[in-house]
Structures are given as structure tokens and as C-alpha cells.
């Protein structure tokens, strides 16, 4: 048993900022207060503690007070991504029965018919409250949170998160990390993504400031990096490509108030990590996947040039191996062990099991160096096989974002007669170029084997609500 988060955090910190955003703050005391007013409205609605509930909104505070409402009741939330079809949200619905949804009232005519009771938030907010008392303490093994898989093959599987998963998550990040005075995390990912959802969880047991953003404005962003208004951030490939091009048209620095960016969702270009050195910002590369509630392993900042490309050893209690490698360097599955690893799923995979002897099965492919520094070489799904050579599009896409006139790439295997797969590329342009030139320039770094077959030039790449670059889906550009 643990306390319960949001009450602890108001008792050791009251009028500590918890939330910033657009110009309005809360207090750590506020935060509580209005959880505890949605819990008690939830209540009268007929949400009992530990139902199952889906939430449904964009990133702004009153997600926020909605989740620590949920928390209070210790409901199962289950985080529905905005991006979804209906579709594909009937199908999350209903596969994780879920007894009631609560949806942002602009976000109704996105949902599907259901069988179940959508309760707007407004309908929340107008429901008079019903008596309720809080739990004073958790137990670590209840679920708290329940994200669906990015579903690169079949059904997306809903993942369970429990509270110790994200306790050990966040306590070892810590770890990693510290803290300083005035610290806050700058938060322009979906709340409904591990990503979003591991810095709250952080802030509420860290104690520390989340500066919210509705999406992300590179404008604003670079802002706060600049003036030293905020000390963390997490980013991917192309968010970190967007804030590097910013701080280079202004032709300025981060402040040297701002500590970290973590940059997970999949290997982040070497060129992109050069410019981010120029740039004075110190980027840990870390590897999570939504099984292990975020990250699994980071790269220290002292470590960021000697080791670059690397997503660091693992945080403090947790394990990592890379299947069948007897030796470093050696390729295989990463596997991974540890408390912040989800205990199972629910719906129609509540019968799979996460781990094997012990070890969740991440279904990616890397290798660890003679200093057991983790290197994530590629998606195992993404790996394309061409005339018997492996062939990771990772490898390809560093190639093409080194260039100077391509701002992003995505790389895919194409059905091909004669060698089964070959790759094709997918590329957003800085400046003007043609694809001859492209497909040179590939021809210098590359083997033979590895050049893509084609260059495509598009206006955008297909990415998911986190904006992780969706490789099976670039096939639709060219359909």
C-alpha cells in the first residue's frame, strides 16, 4: 500500500504551482479540492470506486482535474487517443467494457454510438455532488490507467498500467535525473499517451510544475526553452527537428536552466542530435514503450557525445537483455524485466501473458555495447528483408535527414518480384531538391542493397496521436 498521490502531494506541498497553463495556475491544495468535487459528482452519476471509465479529451487542466477525480475513486481509466476513428474507438470501447465514458463536451460527434453512458463534461460539472471519502492509500497492484497499443499488427491490446508500474517508473527517473528548485516540465504531448500521462504521474509524486499545452507551438516552446521557464521536456524526432529549426532561425540557446529532453518514440537521428548539441541542448535519448509506463532506459547527459545514438543503460530497477546475444554487439529482441513492467491486458488479449520467465518481449530490435549501453537498431515489424539481407529503415532514414535540404524521412519495404522487399522512401523537404540528387546521396553512405528503390516527396509523414512516425502506413501515400 502506498498514500494516495493527490492527497499526499497537497499535504507536503499545498501551495506549490501543480499546473500552469495559458496564463491560469493551481496549487497542489487546488488540484486536490477540485479532484475531490469530481469525484463526489461522479459518484452521484452511479461511478462506483474501481469501475472501469474512459476519458476522452484534449490536453488542457480539465483532463487534469478529471484523471485525479478518477483517482480519488481509483477507477480504471481507460485513455482514449484522439486521433482514433470511430471505428477504432468502438472497438477499445468495447473491448475493454468500459461502464461510462467522459468525453470534452466539443468532442461528442467523434465518438461512436455505445452501449455505454457518455457523460459530457459538462453533465460532470452540473451533477450535484454526492458524500464520498477518499481511499487514504492505493494498493500497488490496482490498475490505474489502460492504453491501447499503437496496433502495428492485428488488434491494438489494451495495456494495463498499475500504480506501482508508474511509481517504479517515476522513481526511477528520478533517480536518473534529480531535481532542482523550480523545477516543471513542459508538456506538449497527449495527456492520453504514456509520454503525457508519465509526466503528470511525475509531477504529482515529485512535487514539481507542469507547464500544459494543448498541442504543440513551437513558437511559445522555444519561448520557455529560451527564457529558462522550464527545465524539462520530452520530445520525439520530428518535435525536437521543429524546436531545432526554431533555435536556429533566432539564432539562439536554450537557457542553461533547462536540464533535460528525453526523446523517445524510436531512434532520433544522429543529425538531429548534433544540431541539438550546437543548440546547447542536452538530449537523453530513452527507450519505453507503453508496457513499461515510459521509459525502460535513458542516456545520462555526460554521456550524450561518447555514447550518441545510444538510449543509455537501464533506469535503476530495471533489467535489460537482448535475446540469444552471448556477446556484445550481438542483434536481437530486447527483453526487459522489471516493476514498472505491465502485469497484463485486458479484452480479447487478457488471456495473453506480458512476460515470458519473467521478461516482457518488447518486439524491437537492438543490441547492447561492450559497456552495456543499450543501441535500439529498429521495430522488429519494420524490418524489411530483401533478397535474404536485413535491412533496418531506421539505418536509412539517418542517412536522408543528414542531408541538408530534408527535414524528415520514413522508410518502408515495397512488395518487389525479384528480391521479395525492397525499400522505398518517403521524405519532407527543407528546400528544394530532386530525388536524383537524393538517391545519390544515399548511394554514398548506403550499400547498394539498402538505396531506396524510390524517393517520394510529400507534404507530411503519417504519425499517431505522440506523433511516432507510422512506417505501415506510408504505402497509402503512393496507393
Given amino acids: 500500500m502506498i498514500p494516495n498521490w493527490i492527497i499526499q502531494r497537497s499535504m507536503l506541498t499545498p501551495d506549490r504551482i501543480a499546473v500552469r497553463f495559458e496564463g491560469q495556475a493551481w496549487t497542489y491544495k487546488e488540484i486536490n479540492e477540485l479532484a475531490l468535487q469530481q469525484a463526489s459528482k461522479l459518484v452521484s452519476l452511479g461511478i462506483k470506486p474501481h469501475d472501469r471509465v474512459a476519458i476522452y479529451a484534449t490536453s488542457t487542466p480539465q483532463i487534469i482535474f478529471m484523471i485525479c477525480g478518477c483517482m480519488h475513486l481509483q477507477c480504471e481509466m481507460v485513455l482514449l487517443n484522439l486521433r482514433l476513428s470511430k471505428l477504432e474507438l468502438a472497438y477499445q470501447i468495447e473491448d475493454s467494457e468500459v461502464v461510462a465514458i467522459l468525453a470534452e463536451d466539443s468532442l461528442l460527434e467523434k465518438l461512436p454510438k455505445a452501449e455505454v453512458q457518455i457523460y459530457p463534461f459538462s453533465k460532470v460539472s452540473d451533477t450535484p455532488p454526492r458524500k464520498f471519502t477518499p481511499m487514504l492509500e492505493w494498493n500497488e497492484e490496482d490498475t490505474l490507467t489502460i492504453m491501447y497499443t499503437s496496433g502495428t499488427t492485428g488488434f491494438p491490446k489494451g495495456v494495463r498500467q498499475t500504480v506501482g508500474n508508474h511509481v517504479s517508473n517515476a522513481t526511477s527517473s528520478l533517480y536518473n535525473t534529480g531535481l532542482i528548485e523550480d523545477d516543471a516540465w513542459l508538456c506538449a504531448v497527449p495527456l492520453f499517451h504514456i509520454s503525457g500521462f508519465s509526466m503528470l504521474c511525475k509531477c504529482l509524486l515529485h512535487g514539481v510544475r507542469l507547464e500544459l499545452y494543448t498541442k504543440f507551438d513551437v513558437k511559445k516552446i522555444v519561448d520557455q526553452l529560451v527564457d529558462g521557464t522550464v527545465t524539462r521536456m520530452s520530445v520525439v524526432a520530428v518535435t525536437l527537428e521543429r524546436i531545432l529549426t526554431e533555435l536556429e532561425r533566432r539564432d539562439k540557446y536554450v537557457s542553461n536552466r533547462f536540464q533535460t529532453m528525453l526523446a523517445g518514440g524510436g531512434p532520433v537521428p544522429i543529425d538531429y542530435l548534433k544540431r541539438a548539441i550546437e543548440r546547447k541542448i542536452r538530449v537523453s535519448q530513452t527507450y519505453g514503450m507503453t508496457e513499461t509506463a515510459s521509459q525502460t532506459s535513458t542516456l545520462s547527459s555526460e554521456d550524450a557525445l561518447r555514447k550518441i545514438g545510444s538510449a543509455g543503460k537501464p533506469l535503476f530497477f530495471n533489467q535489460i537483455r537482448i535475446d ?150 506510408l504505402q497509402e501515400l503512393i496507393l
Avoid: M
Wanted: glycine fraction near 10%.
Fill in 324 to 473: 540469444g546475444a552471448n556477446q556484445p554487439f550481438e542483434q536481437g529482441e530486447i527483453l526487459i524485466r522489471g516493476a514498472h513492467v505491465t502485469p497484463g491486458y485486458v479484452g480479447r488479449f487478457a488471456h495473453k501473458p506480458s512476460q515470458k520467465n519473467g521478461w516482457l518481449h518488447s518486439g524491437d530490435i537492438g543490441y547492447l555495447d561492450e559497456e552495456g549501453y543499450l543501441f535500439v537498431v529498429d521495430r522488429r515489424s519494420d524490418l524489411i528483408i530483401s533478397g535474404g539481407e536485413n535491412i533496418y529503415p531506421a539505418e536509412i532514414e539517418n542517412v536522408l535527414t543528414s542531408h541538408p535540404n530534408v527535414r524528415e524521412a520514413g522508410v518502408c519495404g515495397i512488395e518487389d518480384e525479384k528480391w521479395g522487399q525492397v525499400p522505398n522512401a518517403f521524405v519532407v523537404l527543407k528546400n528544394d531538391v530532386n530525388t536524383e540528387e537524393l538517391v545519390a546521396f544515399c548511394k554514398e553512405h548506403l550499400a547498394a542493397y539498402k538505396v531506396p528503390k524510390k524517393i517520394y516527396i510529400v507534404k507530411e509523414l503519417p504519425r499517431n496521436g505522440s506523433n511516432k512516425l507510422l512506417r505501415r502506413k
